[in-house]
């Protein structure tokens, strides 16, 4: 049973334009959620994160809304860039609990 | 700064040899962490360490065993390595459970044939 949901395997972008990725989660106690991006050949970087107790949290180009009632989470890209083309993880826990992952979407910026 | 290293980065291993990934962080960070990426199935806790001297099963634990001897490395062993294990393996540390992020090693390739 799948508790962090990346419901789009893919997502390809225009350079310049807003990429926003996608991630649902079953959980109601996950308190904390994070993003990781992970390029061919390496490891998975650290992105961007949110704790449940806010809304949104930003970072330059990176912005992260989370919906609590909905139970999900969203992360805009403004502007996308060719360097973003990645996989994308979205990560979530519960207290003293590793990060349970999703799939990942892949992200295409396209020049 | 190396953060957090794995050896090695390539490895085939035949049905049944055994082998050990080594895992080394030099961040000082309590927690460490083995995860499995496959194709489709993003990245699947293995074992985790919550300080030095301590283990504790993941989600897919089953054929791996680990030990954190050392607060800085931390062992994953095949004993007797299944095609099905064919995978990348991805070693992470971080500092606190979920209020720090976790920072992952390069990965391991590894192929059972």
């Known amino acids: 049973d799948q508790q962090v949901k990346q419901n789009s395997p893919s997502l390809s972008v225009q350079e310049g334009r807003i990429s926003i990725l996608n991630c649902d989660y079953t959980n109601s106690m996950f308190d904390y959620f994070l993003w990781y991006k992970k390029y061919p050949a390496e490891g998975p970087t650290f992105l961007i994160s949110?704790?449940?107790?806010?809304d949104k949290n930003e970072d330059g180009r990176f912005t992260v809304f989370l919906n609590k009632s909905a139970k999900h989470l969203s992360l805009h890209i403004v502007p996308s860039q060719p360097g973003d083309s990645a996989v994308y993880f979205c990560?979530?826990?519960?207290?003293?609990?590793?990060?349970?992952f999703g799939k990942g979407t892949r992200l295409s910026v396209i020049a | 700064n190396a953060g957090v290293t794995q050896t090695p980065k390539f490895r085939v291993l035949k049905t049944g040899q055994s082998m050990t990934l080594l895992c080394a962080q030099d961040m000082n960070h309590e927690y460490m962490y083995w995860y499995r990426q496959d194709p489709g199935m993003g990245l699947r806790l293995i074992h985790y360490s919550v300080g030095e001297g301590t283990t504790a099963k993941g989600e897919v634990p089953d054929g791996y065993n680990v030990s954190r001897l050392k607060k800085q490395n931390f062992l994953l062993g095949l004993e007797s390595a299944a095609p099905s294990q064919t995978s990348v393996y991805f070693c992470a540390s971080s500092r606190l459970w979920t209020a720090s992020e976790a920072f992952f090693g390069q990965g391991t390739r590894l192929t059972v044939v």
């Open positions: 949110i704790s449940s107790i806010k």
């Open positions: 990560a979530a826990s519960e207290g003293n609990t590793p990060l349970v």
